[in-house]
């Protein structure tokens, strides 16, 4: 059976760094792309980044680009986030998922992703 598992959300300043990791762990993992997305109280999930592990291609939401970068370490099987100069509008629960969305404008949604971790909060301050 296979896992997610999210760490890396902590509490930070506005314009500080973080670095979310999601490791994947059991057997038959085959997935083409995997993706991070967030949700704060009150708000339908949202696509943050998504990665195709066969061939590196990457997709982002607007609202992060610049700021954010999505990675795969496929060795180890894990995914990382390295978010840059978070702002107030990033705090949210950050949840890894893996997937098979079949176009590229899917990469984004959250129900073209089967398989999801329970979360890491983070928080902004300003």
């Known amino acids: 059976q296979v896992q997610l598992e999210e760490s890396g959300g902590g509490s930070v300043h506005a314009g500080g760094s973080l670095r979310l990791a999601c490791r994947v762990s059991?057997?038959?993992?085959?997935?083409?792309?995997m993706a991070w997305f967030r949700q704060s109280p009150g708000n339908e999930r949202e696509g943050v980044a998504s990665?195709?592990?066969?061939?590196?291609?990457?997709v982002y939401a607007d609202s992060v680009k610049g700021r954010f970068t999505v990675s795969h370490d496929k060795g180890a099987n894990i995914l990382y986030l390295q978010m840059n100069n978070l702002e107030p509008g990033d705090s949210a629960m950050y949840y890894c998922?893996?997937?098979?969305?079949?176009?590229?404008?899917?990469?984004?949604?959250?129900?073209?992703?089967?398989?999801w971790g329970q979360g890491t909060q983070v928080i902004v301050s300003s």
């Open positions: 998922a893996a997937g098979n969305p079949a176009i590229y404008p899917w990469w984004l949604l959250a129900s073209a992703y089967s398989l």
């Open positions: 059991g057997y038959r993992f085959r997935e083409p792309n």
């Open positions: 990665i195709d592990l066969r061939g590196g291609s990457e």
